[in-house]
């Protein structure tokens, strides 16, 4: 029984040249900083998030007032109730003010980039044009 064996190194990855190569190239560099940034911005402003969720003290707090609810009276109660809807009314108004933020800043900052990058490669065309 024999056994043959085929090597074959990979072929390798074909890039283009010149200026279209290096277009191509700075688009998919561009494109994974966006992705890689867009990534951490939605991980940050998403709603089980640290930031955007309820605080733990805030839970907890309402929690015991849940657990002393049986000795309290209808009033007292009613009271607790409406200072719980207040606070959740004020923390999620604080999460859409932080999202929006957040997404205002976002587009600044990729309108910036992409301005940073057009100027950039329009520098490196005409560097390339003017050393030939």
Request: glycine share 4%; net charge negative.
């Amino acid at each position: 029984m024999s056994m043959s064996f085929t090597l074959t190194a990979p072929e390798a990855e074909t890039r283009a040249t010149g200026i279209n190569g290096l277009q191509e190239r700075l688009v998919e560099a561009l494109r994974e900083q966006e992705e890689y940034i867009i990534g951490d911005i939605e991980a940050a402003v998403d709603l089980s998030s640290p930031l955007m969720s309820l605080p733990e003290p805030v839970k907890e707090q309402f929690r015991r007032w849940a657990a002393d609810a049986a000795n309290l009276t209808p009033e007292q109660a009613r009271l607790l109730q409406v200072a719980k809807n207040k606070i959740i009314e004020l923390h999620n108004d604080n999460r859409d003010y932080i999202r929006n933020k957040v997404e205002v800043t976002a587009d600044k900052i990729r309108l910036e980039l992409s301005i940073k990058a057009i100027g950039k490669v329009m520098t490196g065309v005409q560097q390339l044009l003017s050393s030939q």
